[in-house]
Structure formats: structure tokens, C-alpha cells
């Protein structure tokens, strides 16, 4: 009995991993900080390195204050640390992939009179991907074998890319300074092609800049949407891969222009659009469902096996809204300026009733102006539960993730801040299927030709004259003999009666 391995891709999520950095960045010591409006970070140059138990990933994090000095002078200030972190988990090996998935970023503020420290909590959480060995052929000697056939998949490789992709804001506005800049990729969907990937979606955008209206100046924010359409080159990806990608903008490589054209003042940004993810193949097993002996009587065992088959991505659009109230001794709200670093957290997938149900929490910062013309932040949570509407019968959901595609804020009677965001949910999930394999065979006692003057053996498929001759221990004539008219290649079941 020969057994053939083939890798199957069975992907699971381990636990979420928590750690933290603190951040010193370097502020003019002619400049106190007044007021901090916002506090942003994010990772970049991710790499993650497998090793048996274990997963080491380091790269950057990246982290910008959006501050008023003293002088009433609004300023950003930018600085990134590397760090290196492990994770330990037993289901990790060499050669599987870790894919970070969504990743949570939430900070704080350790220090700001001088010098200014933010401690960054950086939450991971990964999504495995393992390679399982698998029997795949079965060969027996006189044997005739049944098989059926499924179709799993093994990962092919790992995608690590990147892509530009531009925007231009246009206003009316004269633009003096940019002040500070968001944006959000929400895929929608993602084609393979025999070597390279056609991405769709959409880039929520947000540019907060200072422009001068008289003696005054004033924070005004700008929002859009962009739909984007790109092409990825993939090296060893084909038309029949499955892409499972995890989308993050590089937002260390901004490129900010800002130029008059026709009277509007238009701000070109150029992304970098980071893609890490799986590449999987579709492969096809024979599973032996029975045996049939043409010589004697065969005892087998069978094991029942689950495999994780075809995975299904979809993407499904939803909202969510709230309300937050301001506490009683703080003043009312004049004017909403902005909502900055919009962070959405998936905390929870499940299936119930063939229906995919996530939940999750968006957090942000409200920078608005109070009665009394002061600049104020507001930190906003806002958890949720959805109903994808995406369909999953007899599926296991892998993993999800989650995006802002949109947001909205406004103040109701000047103490309520009504909060809405338009979120992408692409969920990835796998069909689950069962199939008997035998995992033993006892040919008992072979036969004893010499006791029989004729015997009847049953043709396997796709086997040739020659090769039945061989099997069988008998010449072409004798074969010829009894059995008239056969094919060169046989069907397999036929009859072949041979006398001894």
C-alpha cells in the first residue's frame, strides 16, 4: 500500500496578542503643547518570521500628534521605534503563515509637559494557516478500487506586496496648511489572474488643513470617497488561485502636493497600499469510498475525516449608529471640527442559522469647538452587532475583517453626539465536508491458482492488454481465448475468464 502526500490548507485563529511601546517624539522646546487634538499610530513594515511553537513579528510603528502651542499655533508632529515581539502558540510550524490580520492600535498619552511620550497598545489578531498531510493514491494489487473525488486546497505561496494609488481633493478653499491627513482602503473584492491580481475598492479619505479667512484661522476638514481599480503584479499567482489578502496603508509614505488649478486649490496624495496574504490552489483528492477483490476476500477499516474545503469569501456592507453623551460639567458643543483615527475592531465571528453575525467596536477622536471657543477632543466608542446577510451553510467562518468606509458625527442640542459609520465586512469561511477514507487493507491468504480450471478476474480502469496479461499471469492467446472483442485500453468491471 503507497500512500502520496498532498498539503492541504486548514486555517484557524489563535489567540489575540497584546503588547505595548511607548514613543517619545521630539517637540520644540519654544513650543509647550496647549492642547492635544489627536494621537494616531500605525504599523508598517510588518514581517513575520515561523519557527516551531513560535512566531516572531517586528517591524515599525508609526505615530502623529495633531497638537495647539501656546502661541494658539496648530502643529503635527510625526516620529516612529522599531520593535520586535514573539508569539507562542503550539499549532505554529516552520512552514505555515501567519497572517496578521486586523490589527488594533489604541493610545495614550504618558507625558506632554516638555517632553511627549504615547504609549501604544498594539493588539494581533493572527490568522494560521497550516499545512496538513494528507493521503492522496491508493494502490492495491488485485484490487479493484472505488474513488471519489474532492476538491480542497493547498497554499501555492504568500502574498507581501505593495501598490500606489493617488487621490486629488479639490475646494474653493486657499489651502495655507495641511494639518492633518486620514485614510481608510475598504476592499471589495479581489481577482486572480495567471500572474498578476485586479484589487477593487474604495479609499476613504480625510484632510484637515488651516486656511486663512481674515484675521482668523480655522481647522476646516475635507472628506471623499475614491473608488480604486488596480492591478497587482503576483508573481506565481494563476487565474485558478484564491486570494485570502489582508489590506493596510503604508501611512509612513504619504506624498502630500498641494497646487492651484482653475481657481481650486487641489491636494494630491500618493499611497502606498500594503497586501500580505495567502495564495490557495484548488487541488483534487481520490478518497477510496470501497474495494473490491478479485481473488480473494478483503477486510478493511475506515476512518471518518473532515476537510475544510473551498473557501468563500464575501464582503457585505452594513451601518452602525449611536450616541454619546458629554459629561455634565463639560460645556456644549459650538461646532464639530473633525473625527480622527477611526479604529474598528472585530472582537467576535459566529455562525447561527446559516447566517454570519460579527461584533466588534469603532473607536475615534471628535475634535469639536465648545461654547466657550475652545478646541476640545472627545474619545467615542461605539460597539455593534451585524448581521452580515451572508449565507454559510455548512460553513466554519475562518476569519473576518472590518473597515470604516464612511463616517458621520453631529451634535444634537449641544451635549449629544450622534455617530454613524458605514462599514466593509469580507468574511472568509469553509465548507465543511466528511469523507470515509480507508486507512488499512488485510488481503488475507492469496489465492492458489492451481486449484481451479478457470477463474474470472474483473479488469481495472484504464488498464492496457499487456498490463491485465501481466497482472493476471497469463499470455495474450490464452487471454484471446475466452474473451473476445476487447478493447486495447479497458473500461474496468469487465469480466475476464481465463483457463488454467
Known amino acids: 500500500m503507497d500512500f502520496d502526500g498532498v498539503k492541504v490548507t486548514y486555517a484557524k485563529n489563535i489567540e489575540k496578542h497584546n503588547f505595548s511601546l511607548v514613543v517619545s517624539l521630539p517637540i520644540d522646546n519654544n513650543a509647550n503643547i496647549k492642547t492635544i487634538l489627536n494621537v494616531s499610530s500605525h504599523l508598517f513594515d510588518e514581517k513575520v518570521e515561523c519557527a516551531a511553537g513560535k512566531a516572531v513579528v517586528s517591524g515599525k510603528v508609526g505615530v502623529k500628534v495633531l497638537y495647539i502651542d501656546t502661541d494658539n499655533i496648530t502643529n503635527t508632529v510625526t516620529d516612529s521605534l522599531t520593535f520586535s515581539e514573539q508569539i507562542a502558540d503550539s499549532n505554529i510550524t516552520a512552514d505555515c503563515f501567519l497572517n496578521l490580520g486586523d490589527v488594533n492600535l489604541v493610545n495614550s498619552v504618558l507625558e506632554s509637559a516638555g517632553a511627549l511620550k504615547i504609549n501604544c497598545d498594539i493588539t494581533f489578531a493572527p490568522t494560521l494557516y497550516l499545512n496538513l498531510a494528507l493521503p492522496q493514491n491508493n494502490t492495491f494489487e488485485n484490487l479493484i478500487v472505488k474513488k471519489s473525488e474532492i476538491t480542497t486546497n493547498t497554499i501555492a505561496g504568500f502574498v507581501n506586496t505593495n501598490f500606489d494609488y493617488t487621490t486629488n481633493f479639490e475646494t474653493k478653499d486657499s489651502i495655507s496648511k495641511v494639518l492633518y491627513y486620514n485614510a481608510y482602503f475598504t476592499p471589495n473584492s479581489v481577482a486572480a489572474f495567471d500572474g498578476y491580481a485586479v484589487v477593487e475598492g474604495k479609499l476613504f479619505a480625510q484632510l484637515v488643513y488651516e486656511t486663512a479667512e481674515g484675521e482668523e484661522t480655522k481647522i476646516k476638514e475635507l472628506t471623499d470617497n475614491f473608488n480604486l481599480k488596480s492591478e497587482v503584479r503576483l508573481d506565481g499567482v494563476d487565474k485558478d488561485c484564491a486570494l485570502d489578502l489582508t489590506f ?50 478483503v477486510e478493511t477499516s475506515l476512518t471518518s475525516r473532515e476537510f475544510l474545503c473551498e473557501p468563500q469569501k464575501e464582503c457585505a456592507q452594513d451601518s452602525v449608529s449611536g450616541e454619546i453623551s458629554l459629561a455634565d460639567n463639560e460645556p456644549a458643543i459650538d461646532e464639530i471640527v473633525c473625527n480622527l483615527d477611526i479604529q474598528p475592531e472585530l472582537t467576535n465571528t459566529y455562525i447561527k442559522d446559516g447566517e454570519i453575525f460579527v461584533e466588534g467596536l469603532v473607536s475615534s477622536q471628535l475634535v469639536y ?97 499487456w498490463q491485465l496479461c501481466k497482472r493476471i499471469k497469463t499470455t495474450p492467446d490464452n487471454l484471446q481465448l475466452f474473451n473476445k472483442d476487447l478493447p486495447p485500453i479497458l473500461d474496468g468491471g469487465e469480466k475476464i475468464i481465463i483457463k488454467r
Open 248 to 297: 493596510a496603508l503604508d501611512k509612513s509614505k504619504f506624498n502630500l502636493n498641494t497646487e492651484i488649478e482653475d481657481n481650486n486649490c487641489v491636494v494630491t496624495v500618493t499611497h502606498t497600499i500594503c497586501a500580505r496574504g495567502a495564495m490557495l490552489k484548488p487541488v483534487a483528492l481520490d478518497l477510496v469510498d470501497d474495494v473490491y477483490s478479485v481473488d480473494n476476500e
Open 369 to 465: 469647538v465648545d461654547e466657550n471657543k475652545e478646541c476640545r477632543t472627545k474619545n467615542c466608542e461605539l460597539p455593534f452587532v451585524i448581521n452580515t446577510k451572508i449565507q454559510a451553510e455548512s460553513a466554519e467562518c475562518a476569519h473576518a475583517q472590518i473597515s470604516v468606509c464612511d463616517c458621520r458625527a453631529k451634535a444634537k442640542r449641544g451635549t449629544i453626539i450622534e455617530l454613524e459609520y458605514a462599514l466593509n465586512i469580507c468574511v472568509c469561511c469553509f465548507q465543511k465536508q466528511t469523507h470515509e477514507m480507508i486507512d488499512n487493507i488485510n488481503l488475507g491468504k492469496p489465492l492458489n491458482f492451481s486449484e481451479y480450471d478457470y477463474q474470472i478476474f474483473l479488469a481495472k480502469p484504464n488498464e492496457t492488454m
